[in-house]
């Protein structure tokens, strides 16, 4: 949207193309412009699409990758939130083992994989931004694969609620976490994880709020991870 100046009007989706790049208003009009807005419902598959070679930065919403076994078990490797990338990353063409699904009503911007390989060569804020990323996410695979192996399910259900309390300056999980959600993440069943959390407030590490889950004791809650 272009307004009275002849300039792009700064809306929420072009701040947060700001500050996912790490750039200007004038890039992030640019690369705004070179994607294809989306939307996707809840439960609806986000990744692959038809067009397998894309990548999309989720502007709203949340969605999640998955892998699926042969039986029907998953494994949730990540959640993805606004201002992430992604898809095919690189247009590397790779098969692909996992998916990406929303887990609520959530919207995207969608890129050509070259489109986005293009304004990494011309923006190195934009390689820089997709490089921390791809970093990031493979640092939280990892320490997945660490926790499956090493820690207990009550210890995996801690650590995931350190990450989620992390994303918020006042360490309140907004929205309070859907438990079969929540089990799926960390390899669990649904009852373990409403034992733990429930043992969790009863021992004042964690605090039920109206508008979410709140970490009373941090260093409390990251000893119980051992």
Known sequence: MVGATGQAQDTPDRALVREAFGCDGALAETIFRAGRLCSFARGQQAWPLSEPDVTLLLLGGKVQEIAYGRDGDTLVLCLILPGELFGNLLGDGLEETTLIEATEASRGAQFAADAL????????????????????????????????????????????????????????????????????????????????????????????????????????LAEMVY
Do not use: F, N, W
């Open 117 to 220: 390989v293009r304004l990494m060569e011309s923006y190195s804020c934009v390689a820089m931004a997709v490089t921390r990323q791809m970093a990031r996410r493979l640092q939280l695979v990892r320490r997945r694969m660490v926790e499956s192996v090493l820690l207990s399910a009550s210890g995996r259900i801690c650590a995931e609620l350190i990450r989620l309390a992390e994303r918020a300056p006042d360490r309140v999980i907004r929205p309070i976490p859907v438990l079969s959600e929540l089990a799926v993440q960390v390899q669990t069943t649904r009852e373990t994880a409403s034992r733990t959390i429930s043992q969790l407030e009863k021992r004042g590490i964690l605090r039920r709020d109206p508008d979410g889950l709140a970490v009373v004791a941090p260093h409390r």
